[in-house]
């Protein structure tokens, strides 16, 4: 079965962890003393030193300087930063707001040149209509209670999609059933989103696959949203945050997930009927 989608993340907070314990004892002071010498508590130390806690720059300066190795603290504090790199609330990444959280992942696209995306519960990104995108970022807005600019945001997305008519990329996505039934927005949003999946399971580039409800045999129950870059990047979405899974293991795994649900899916005339059903089932 897959990885749990935060192992990579997990592992690297502990890796810093372990390093920040192995200071200390190297200095050969107790965590009580240690506390007392950064002006913390006990059970501060206690959760950086298991990872529960992640330590700000200024928490690693002060645990650096406690145990007499100032030196090693930009070292650390950079580890701890591509840690947390991997794992990232949804909170955090929109503080400057939906719309340029859309606008930094333009770069990126364009440096990838396969896409390969799973997805569950919605239409993928790449594939949503400015509608159904303001539908789902607005929720997501209200979700994390975060300033809603999710129609600006929708252009943003929206946009940053056109990419897949641009040359030399490949997109391969593949859906639940259910996803075309999960009714974002209203009838008219879902009408011209269904209507949407039509034209773009047409396109050269694209190729949509669509895993029916009915399918007797899975051979793998539906996983979680994830995206695959090239060969060399795992996007998780889980409802509080996203996990970066790049450990060449872990990707393989999730290729090898994509692959089996791949295998499940209907294609071209039969993944239309699939979507026709829907959008009759709209009336």
Not at 11 to 39: H, K, P, Q
Not at 219 to 247: G, K
Request: proline share 5%.
């Amino acid at each position: 079965m897959p990885a749990s989608p935060s192992s990579a993340a997990q592992a690297a907070r502990e890796a810093v962890a372990g390093r920040l314990r192995d200071l200390r004892a190297d200095a050969g002071i107790t965590g009580t003393e240690l506390a007392r010498r950064c002006g913390w508590t006990h059970p501060k130390v206690s959760r950086i030193e298991n990872a529960r806690t992640p330590p700000s720059p200024r928490d690693i300066r002060l645990w650096c300087e406690a145990c007499g190795v100032s030196a090693q603290a930009p070292d650390v504090i950079a580890q701890s930063r591509t840690a947390e790199a991997l794992y990232t609330d949804w909170r955090r990444s929109v503080r400057a707001g939906l719309r340029q959280l859309q606008e930094s992942y333009t770069d990126f696209f364009r440096s990838t040149t396969l896409f390969r995306v799973y997805s569950p519960t919605v239409v993928p990104g790449l594939l949503q209509t400015d509608g159904y995108a303001r539908a789902v970022l607005g929720a997501s807005a209200r979700l994390l209670d975060v300033p809603d600019d999710s129609a600006e945001a929708a252009v943003a997305r929206v946009q940053r999609s056109r990419i897949i008519h641009e040359p030399r990329r490949r997109f391969v996505l593949l859906i639940e059933e259910a996803v075309l039934r999960y009714q974002l927005g209203d009838h008219d949003v879902m009408a011209a989103q269904l209507g949407a999946l039509l034209t773009a399971g047409a396109l050269p580039a694209v190729s949509l696959g669509i895993i029916p409800s009915a399918t007797a045999d899975r051979t793998l129950w539906p996983q979680e949203i994830f995206h695959v870059y090239d060969d060399e990047l795992v996007s998780v979405e889980l409802m509080a945050a996203r996990v970066r899974v790049t450990q060449p293991t872990e990707v393989a795994i999730y290729l090898t997930a994509f692959e089996q649900l791949r295998g499940m899916a209907v294609y071209g005339a039969d993944a239309r009927a699939l979507i026709v059903r829907a959008i009759e089932a709209l009336h």
